[in-house]
């Protein structure tokens, strides 16, 4: 949750990036900047709109190494198990602190120029497989004119809750490409650095902005959601659809001006029983997942504490589903079944562990993962701010010399 996260700022050592992957991971070039499957070609330079839904032909220009995460994603078989980190960005880094002295949080968003270089930070330090744009999950409500604010360590506060049919139709109007031109400026800007490593858009699901805008913040139980969901579906209805295409759009917009993937997250969704998810919930995420079809980027799925969820969220329509730490990775995988590749699950707080046990837990993941139609390795959830980058450096490098079979 948002709560839970606390601002370390002391603790955090030097960046020192230590390379000291496996000797058959010399070949991956492991310097700062440096990606393995790196290559100067955008993977997917075909998103035309008139195409069908079925997974992109592969527009690779030949000689083009494959991006490692795209295959993961597709199911086919990577060169080396692709690895990221939600929250990848952010308060972990004491550069990120550093750009961000001063900035509010959402003025951040704004900067196309703050963006690139907050997205770019651990992709230099950590060569991870993806970058995860820079931003937030309320930045396409605050541009449509919600009234709402992030309030450090607490998250994203609403200054008037929406509860009604009219304050649904008050609010919540439809996301226009202009309303976030500082987004398209940062992706394009972001394609050019990446030079080939895939930059994942997102967007929150219907759910958990929903969840914000009714609570008016964070919650623990979400209460007043459920409450609204129960008692009122009329409003329930006309929330969540707005939401649906607010968040359709979103994706759009990163994904037309270059980003490779997108992941949908919908938080807080692990707060519901499979029955309420499936009647309430499902059909608005499979919603935005479906008007993004068309766009043949890889769309990923993730809730914390889904467990019980993961066939459902599978069926709204994902190419991967993430699954959060609570789950045996073994079990989540048969849960979403052999249509779909996973993403996940170590523990974030694993990475407070001694070096070993952090190696042995990462092995039992990757060892799961194998068995997935492709696996891409991932926390269970979010970076936690006081992690040590260089546990993060260490692990990449692990998970980078496992050997695919
Ligand atoms: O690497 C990345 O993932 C960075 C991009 C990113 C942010 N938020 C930046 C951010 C992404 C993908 C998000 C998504 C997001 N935002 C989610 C879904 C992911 C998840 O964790 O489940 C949710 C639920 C939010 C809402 C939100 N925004 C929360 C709960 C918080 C933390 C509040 C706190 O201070 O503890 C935020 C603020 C936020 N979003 C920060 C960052 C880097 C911290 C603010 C800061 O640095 O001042």
Request: charged share 30%; aromatic share 4%.
């Given at each position: 949750m948002s709560a839970p996260q606390k601002d370390d700022k002391s603790a955090e050592p030097t960046p020192v990036k230590p390379d000291a992957a496996k000797p058959e991971k010399a070949t991956k070039p492991k310097a700062p900047d440096a990606k393995p499957e790196k290559a100067a070609k955008p993977e997917k330079a075909a998103k035309s709109e008139?195409?069908?839904?079925?997974?992109?032909?592969?527009?690779?220009?030949?000689g083009a190494p494959a991006s490692a995460f795209l295959a993961a994603c597709r199911g086919e078989k990577p060169s080396h198990v692709p690895v990221w980190f939600?929250?990848?960005?952010?308060?972990?880094l004491p550069e990120y602190r550093k750009v961000r002295q001063g900035v509010p949080m959402l003025e951040s968003c704004t900067r196309p120029e703050m963006v690139v270089e907050i997205t770019m930070q651990p992709v230099r330090r950590y060569g991870v497989d993806a970058a995860i744009f820079y931003?937030?999950?309320v930045v396409p409500l605050k541009a449509i004119g919600v009234d709402l604010d992030i309030v450090p360590g607490t998250g994203p506060v609403v200054e008037n809750p929406i509860r009604s049919v009219k304050d649904v139709e008050s609010q919540l109007r439809d996301l226009e490409p202009d309303d976030v031109s500082y987004v398209t400026e940062a992706v394009r800007g972001l394609v050019g650095e990446l030079k080939g490593t895939p930059l994942i858009g997102f967007s929150g699901a219907p759910f958990t902005l929903a969840s914000y805008l009714i609570e008016g913040g964070p919650s623990r139980d979400h209460r007043l959601t459920k409450e609204l969901m129960y008692r009122d579906p009329d409003t329930w209805d006309a929330l969540l659809g707005r939401l649906a295409k607010i968040a359709a759009a979103f994706l759009r917009v990163q994904v037309q001006a270059g980003a490779q993937a997108v992941q949908l997250f919908d938080?807080?969704?692990?707060?519901?029983s499979r029955d309420d998810y499936e009647r309430y919930v499902k059909p608005y995420a499979a919603e935005v997942l479906d008007a993004v079809a068309d766009l043949e980027v890889p769309r990923i799925h993730f809730g914390v504490g889904t467990g019980e969820l993961l066939g459902e969220m599978a069926d709204a329509g994902a190419d991967v589903v993430g699954v959060d730490w609570r789950v045996d990775l073994a079990d989540g995988i048969k849960r979403v079944g052999s249509k779909r590749a996973v993403q996940g699950n170590l523990d974030p707080t694993v990475l407070f562990a001694p070096d070993d046990i952090i190696k042995a837990k990462a092995d039992a993941v990757l060892k799961a993962g194998s068995k997935a139609r492709g696996h891409v390795f991932n926390l269970g959830h979010g970076v936690l701010p006081a992690t040590d980058p260089d546990a993060l450096a260490r692990l990449v490098d692990h998970v980078h010399a496992y050997e695919v079979r």
């Open positions: 008139t195409a069908a839904k079925p997974k992109a032909p592969d527009a690779k220009p030949e939600m929250r990848q960005a952010g308060r972990s931003s937030d999950i938080s807080w969704a692990g707060s519901l």
